[in-house]
C-alpha cells in the first residue's frame, strides 16, 4: 500500500511539472513531496542508518577504493567444475574498477605490476570499467566488452551494495517502505525496498543481529523474452578491515539459482591506485575476422 501511494505521488509530482501552462505566471516554488514522512518510512531509515554504523560508519561511507584478492567459481545451473580460479578486483567508488585474472601454463598468478599486465596466455583476462564504458583484454589485444555483458554488469553496479548505502538513500525522490522481518539464508532478517522515480526497486535484507547486510535482490523485464528476472547477491562471513565489516564470502544468483561464488581472502581500503589503472584504448574488434598472412 505504501509502495501504490508513493508511486502516485511521485508521477503526479512529474506530471505537475509537465503539464503547467506557459502562459501562466511564475509563481513561488512549492515545497517538494515528503516521500518518506510516514512511520514506516521512518522506520525503514533507522533500519538502513543503523546498518551503515554496523558497518563502519563514516570510515564506510567515505572510502575511496577497495582492493580484494581470492578465488571466485563461475556456476551453471548451481554447478561448477572448476577448482576455484584466483582474481584480484579494484574498485574505485563510484563508477571505476578493474578485475585480474592471470593465468600461466599450470600455474595461477596476479601479477603485481598492476598498471601494466602483460597478458599472453589464452586464459588471461582483463576486465575495466570506467563509468559507462567496458573493455576487455586478453592475449588478442583490448577489445569493448560485448554490449550484453555491459549492460548487465551496469545493471549491478546500480543496484549494488555501495551505490544503496551511498547513492540510494541520499536520493530525495528514493521512497523507503519497512518490509518487516523474514529468514534469509538461515539468518533472522528485516527487509527494507528503496524505489526511484523511475520505478525501480531494490530490496534490501539486514541481520537482526549484526545489522550487517544479508541479500540484495532486484528484477527487471528481457526486453527480449518480457520476462521478469530476478538477481539477487548474498553476503557472509564479515570481518573488520581498517574499521570497516567486510564481507568475505559473496554469492550470486540469478533467478534463483546460483550463477558465482566469490571468496575474498584479502581486502584493503583507501590505496593509492593511478588512474592508468582504469584507462584502457580498443586495439580491435572480436566480430572482426582475423586476416590470414
Known amino acids: 500500500m505504501y509502495r501504490l501511494i508513493a508511486i502516485g505521488l511521485l508521477l503526479s509530482a512529474f506530471a505537475a511539472a509537465q503539464t503547467t501552462p506557459t502562459s501562466t505566471p511564475p509563481v513561488a516554488a512549492q515545497p517538494a513531496v515528503d516521500l518518506n514522512g510516514s512511520d514506516n518510512a521512518r522506520k525503514a531509515r533507522a533500519v538502513l542508518d543503523q546498518t551503515i554504523q554496523s ?51 599450470d600455474v595461477f598468478l596476479l601479477f603485481g605490476q598492476i598498471g601494466d599486465v602483460k597478458v599472453k596466455n589464452k586464459t588471461d583476462v582483463v576486465l575495466i570499467h570506467n ?50 522481518s523474514a529468514v534469509v539464508d538461515g539468518k533472522e532478517t528485516e527487509g527494507v525496498t528503496l524505489l526511484n522515480s523511475q520505478n525501480d526497486s531494490v530490496n ?68 593509492k591506485l593511478p588512474d592508468t589503472m582504469f584507462e584502457a584504448s580498443v586495439t580491435y574488434d572480436p566480430t572482426v575476422p582475423t586476416k590470414k598472412r
Open 55 to 105: 558497518l563502519g560508519g563514516e570510515p564506510y561511507l567515505t572510502y575511496t577504493n577497495r582492493e580484494e584478492e581470492g578465488r571466485y567459481y563461475p556456476l551453471y545451473h548451481g554447478r561448477t567444475d572448476s577448482t576455484g580460479i584466483p582474481y584480484r578486483y579494484y574498485v574505485e567508488y563510484p563508477d571505476r574498477d578493474r578485475f585480474e585474472v592471470i593465468h600461466t601454463k
Open 131 to 180: 563509468g559507462d564504458r567496458g573493455y576487455e583484454i586478453t592475449y588478442k589485444g583490448t577489445a569493448a566488452q560485448d554490449k550484453l555483458d555491459l549492460e548487465n554488469y551496469l545493471r549491478r553496479r546500480q543496484h549494488s551494495i555501495e551505490w544503496v548505502f551511498r547513492k540510494w538513500i541520499r536520493d530525495p525522490n528514493v521512497a523507503l517502505f519497512y518490509n518487516g
Open 204 to 271: 534490501v535484507y539486514l541481520d537482526l543481529n549484526t545489522h550487517y547486510p544479508v541479500k540484495i535482490s532486484y528484477s527487471w523485464r528481457d526486453p527480449k523474452d518480457k520476462q521478469k528476472d530476478i538477481e539477487d547477491e548474498v553476503y557472509d562471513s564479515y570481518k573488520l578491515v581498517q574499521g570497516i565489516w567486510t564481507p568475505h564470502s559473496i554469492t550470486r544468483y540469478f533467478n534463483g539459482e546460483t550463477s558465482q561464488q566469490r571468496f575474498i581472502n584479502t581486502a584493503d581500503y583507501n590505496l
